[in-house]
């Protein structure tokens, strides 16, 4: 019979070390939402559980003086929902945050956990995308940043080393005219999985989109950065054609795969579908910020 | 909403929303289901399930398994009761030939979750690891899962003993009802349409997951499971075991949903032997992913349905073939869709054919009004379209050709007074119908569908005991496991002929050594037919104090009657003696000749079908293709109400399971015939968001064969919301979907293929 070894470091460095240790398998926990089901079901079985939620600086929330905010990765979503300014700046961020599971999960799931599981579908991912969030990784050999992009690296897995943990996310300080938003499809009203999720972020000048980033999940291997589709808003007034443009573009970067839970036909046309709505809403709240 | 006749009455418990005796115990988590009961030396069972969904079973080696620490046990099919192929023996509607193969695999696997062996550890974990080591060697054969492949001439055979027309097929059974002549009657049509159907498995999602403890020592059996029937556990054990039912002693658990699922065992059996291999209590509990690969689902269906009408609206001739996948051996329910696709209405010439096919999954199992929906699902579809030709309103359609008092139906019976008209009538009258849809906005389409529905019901054996206590309180034991409501009725109905509070009345289900036979939670049959048995049992206890009360004053017994929870002196005695009230009947029992109480048992008769009419309005978002139901509307003639509460319960749970199989649910299996799907987050039942507030108004037109009036309930409600469901998708899109579910990716495909078009 396994044994599992569960430790719960009050420090990063601590956390670090003794993951960075681990000889057999090691796991993080966050909130577990993803964790705890994976070894119910016996698809990983780890001999080490690092618990990161006793580390001050990975369960909070900060805003810098620049107006950036740093998220630790272990914030719960219902964390998130209940940070007035954070939500106020970045309400698309934070929808999809709350977007995972339901009240319970909420409590705990986080959204270091939602990237660090690096399921394509994960409701979070492209709406950080979209912000332009980068992350902070500490490991052995000590702290990096990245963008957000660059961590999953296909289902399951992330571009991570061994020993190396998420400790926050960075959101860049916001240009007024910004705004956000993230949808899913999923073919329930909650508790599902996306079929397609879309982030749009945005900024408008008296009605011309200056910038925008969209972030496209459970189309491909990995949450995408769609750049075309960001090209096809910028300098546009959000227009049909340019919203037609930008939909395309989200379809042109679609790789998904028929399954379950969707077909490629259908999961490429919602991609498109999506951004019109995505966009239109990160709009209309640029307008009001 | 009117308040339903029975809460009008002078009645003071029947028909109340009484306190549900379940319900704080329940919400309090200290109900105890199957998995709750545990043993000092328990020990713990699991199953080894085949990964393929057809192979025939060279050998089986457990030795490595025996081998592992803190393994007990290990059994295959070999320790089963075979019953051999060629002679049927039937318990209900459950042939032992076919059960014996569905809790083990025998010669055959037949879908992939098939038991083939089972281990009994000192722990789940332990089990599961001896199940790895045992090693199967099988040849694995050609296999099929959809009806329609399985019925086709090529197709892999599943059972070399069935044969249909001379010739081996997996068509295991038909049934076939004829009225009148359906060919004189299509030409007598002025509006023929004939349209096919298809619909996927849709499986029962009762939310408590099967479990049992079994314990046998010095050969004597005990068992702790939920099931929708302690007497089927005791009667498919010993068949299955080789024990007589005086050794067996199964106890009902508090049970979490069956809705039909539950009225086969899988694990009993195998629990009980392993027991006896061991002599140590034996637990087992299947894993969600076990449910779904290995018992239930309903079956999936392809029908074809014609219908004929004259101008008037007037239904001349119907025909209808329903072909029912069975599962892995056979048994589907082709008479719930022959028999009731057409029941509604008073046709005069009906041609209904059902074919039970086999196919490589699991072994079908009964799900609400089995059968029913598929068969109506066709139906009411066709009418729909027959009342679009006619430009008639669908309701007013229905009403022409309604079954009433005398109507013939093509399964057999002639209908009594039966409340169908006032059904239609209600929907004609209800608010909803009368408001219209929105307005199509911000892309937005709605829809209004509506649909009816029919069910047999049923009586059957019950046996109550109605005991008085010392205090006058008093307990009456049934032998039902309680799925919806049953408790509370009954306590409602002692209660009123006792005329005492319905809280001196406790209700209690007992097991197979306390109560006598009654036969499963099915059918819609339990409030019908244990009111009947309780009924009877308390009037015999009234008999029996009016006696008493007679013996103490020393009059007549004829000349005592039983009011307001007290016998009082009537005739030439009124007024002569104080009233005596059970409590002090009670009191005094030991003296005026022992204690107080009274069983019935019956074979229960007389449940009229029960009928019902269903509206719902629907939101289509084209773009995404989903499909939601934003207002719903059941109306049903339940007889009489005794719980209007659990009434409207049963209605609503139906319609939502009923839109459930309209909308989201469907077994997807995978290239290698696996079930792809096995977990509620990918087969998707409606979450309580995804619905409105499910309108349910109860009509009572009361069953004059029943003491307080009283239809089967539960499972009219899961027949009319595919069609329902369908039409309003139609009436939001104007293009007709065929096949369920209507999942996001079909309706988005059909809706850009009309567009191109
Ligand atoms: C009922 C239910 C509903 C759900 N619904 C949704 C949904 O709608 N949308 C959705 O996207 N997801 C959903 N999920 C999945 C899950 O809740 C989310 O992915 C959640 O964000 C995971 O966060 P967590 O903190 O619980 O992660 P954990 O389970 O704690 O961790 C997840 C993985 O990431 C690793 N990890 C966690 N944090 C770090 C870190 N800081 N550094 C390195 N590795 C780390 C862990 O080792 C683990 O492998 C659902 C899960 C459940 C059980």
Redesign the pocket.
Known sequence: MTEVQYVAPGTLDEAVRVFASASGAA????????????MRSGA?R?GLIVD?KKIAE?TAIEQGADGSFRIG??V??AALREHAKLKAIWPGVVEA?N????T??QG????????????P?????PAMVAAAATVT?QGPNGRRQLAVEKVPAGPGR?T?AKG????SFTLPPRPKGSGDAYL?M?PRT?????VV?CGVSLTLDKGTCTAARVGLGAVAPTVLLVEDAAKALIGSKLDAAALDKAANACRAACRPIDDKRGTIAYRTQIAGVLLKRAATIAAERAGRS | MNAPVSERSDNKWIGQRTVRPDGAEKVTGRAAYAADTTMPGMIWGKVLRSPHPHARIRSIDTSKAEKLPGVKAVMTAKDIVDFPLDKSVMLGIQDMRWMCRNVMAREKALFAGHPVAAVAAMSEKIADEACKLIEVDYEVLPWVIDVEEAMKPDAPILHDFIKFEGKPSNIAGKIEHKLGDVEKGFAEADVVIERSFRTKPVHQGYIEPHACLVSVSDGKATVWSSSQGQFMVRAMSAYLTGLPQNDIRAIPAEIGGGFGGKTIIYLEPLALILSRKTGRPVKMAMTREEVFRASGPTSGSYSKVKIGAKKDGTIVAAQGTFCLQAGALPGSPIRGAAGCAFAPYNIANVHSVGFDVVSNRSKVAAYRAPGAPLGCYATECVLDEVAEALKMDPLKLRLKNAAREGTKAAHGPVFPRIGFVETIEGAVNHDHYKTPLPKATNGRLYGRGIASGFWFNAGGESSAQVNINEDGTVVVITGHPDIGGSRASTANIVAELLGIDYRKVSVLIGDTSVIGFSNLTGGSRVTYASAMVATQSTEQVITTLKERAAKIWKIDPDAVVWENGEARPAGDNAGKFEPLTLAQLAAQATATGGPIGAGKQLNTTGAEGGFATHVCDVEVDPELGIARVIRYTSLQDVGRAIHPGYVEGQMQGGASQGIGWALSEEYIYDKNGKLDNAGF?DYRMPVTSDLPMLDAVIIEVPNPKHPQGVRGVGEVPIVPPLAAVSNAVYNALGTRFYSLPMSPPKVLEALQAKSKA
Do not use: F, K
């Open positions: 796991r993080i926990l966050a909130g577990g939402t993803d964790l705890l089901v994976q990983v780890p990161i990975m990765a272990a719960s979503g945050a977007l995972i599971g339901s319970q999960i705990r799931a986080s959204a270091g956990g939602n990237l660090c599981n690096a399921s579908a994960g409701d979070s991912v990784v992330t991570l190396e943990i998420v400790v899913r999923i909650e508790m599902d999985i996306a999720g | 987050l």
